[in-house]
Nanobody, 122 residues
Framework: QVQLVESGGGLVRPGGSLRLSCTAS????????IGWFRQAPGKEREKISC????????FYAGSVAGRFDISRDNAKKTIYLQMHNLQPRDAAVYYC???????????????WGQGTQVTVSS
């Protein structure tokens, strides 16, 4: 059974950093793109990055480019989202997702994690 599990969320002050993890099981990671999404209350879910084992990281949303970075540990089947200079606008539930391609629309993605809350507040 495919599972994606996010972790690492929490409370951080403006300007701080946080690293999120997405651990996959039940799938061959080489066959999938891993996307990171976020959703703030009352707003649509926003795609913020895409990466794969073969192509690396080729997409970052303009809202996070230059501040967020993807890395991975293939042996652990874990993808990391390193977030720097966090601001209140970044507060959201963060999700990882898996799909054969980096789809434009949320409904195109096959698998989703449960989400992890990131709160940015002084």
């Amino acid at each position: 059974q495919v599972q994606l599990v996010e972790s690492g969320g929490g409370l951080v002050r403006p300007g701080g950093s946080l690293r999120l993890s997405c651990t996959a099981s039940g799938l061959t990671l080489d066959d999938y793109v891993i996307g990171w999404f976020r959703q703030a209350p009352g707003k649509e879910r926003e795609k913020i990055s895409c990466s794969s084992s073969s192509d690396g990281d080729w997409f970052y949303a303009g809202s996070v480019a230059g501040r967020f970075d993807i890395s991975r540990d293939n042996a652990k089947k874990t993808i990391y989202l390193q977030m720097h200079n966090l601001q209140p606008r970044d507060a959201a539930v963060y999700y990882c997702a898996a799909d054969p391609v980096c789809g434009t629309f949320v409904d195109e993605w096959d698998y989703w994690g449960q989400g992890t809350q990131v709160t940015v507040s002084s």
